[in-house]
Nanobody
Framework: QPQLVESGGGLVQPGGSLRLSCATS????????IGWFRQASGKEREGVSC????????YYPDSVKGRFTSSRDNAKSTVYLQMNSLQPGDPAVYYC??????????????????WGQGPQVTVSS
């Protein structure tokens, strides 16, 4: 059964950095795209990025472009989201999800089959 387990969340000061990891098991990561989503309290889940099976990344909100970078290590069955210059608008629960090999043009939760639990990211001074 597919499993995704995120780690690396926590508290960081504005302008700081965090790296989230998404460790996968129960399927061969090589053939799947991994999407990252976030959900702030009281808001809808928002697509942040997607990295395809061919290692091409797509970033959706303009607010994260240039600050967030996704990468993957298929040998370790792990995908990463490096988040730099964290801002007050970034705090949320962050989720990774596995889906078809390519990334959708518009992020959609229905594109993905399996989800992780999601670590909390807090930005505060």
């Amino acid at each position: 059964q597919p499993q995704l387990v995120e780690s690396g969340g926590g508290l960081v000061q504005p302008g700081g950095s965090l790296r989230l990891s998404c460790a996968t098991s129960g399927f061969t990561l090589d053939y799947y795209a991994i999407g990252w989503f976030r959900q702030a309290s009281g808001k809808e889940r928002e697509g942040v990025s997607c990295i395809s099976s061919s290692d091409t990344s797509t970033y959706y909100p303009d607010s994260v472009k240039g600050r967030f970078t996704s990468s993957r290590d298929n040998a370790k069955s792990t995908v990463y989201l490096q988040m730099n210059s964290l801002q007050p608008g970034d705090p949320a629960v962050y989720y990774c999800a596995a889906g078809p090999p390519s990334c959708p043009i518009i992020p959609a939760t229905g594109w993905y089959d399996s989800w992780g639990q999601g670590p909390q990211v807090t930005v505060s001074s």
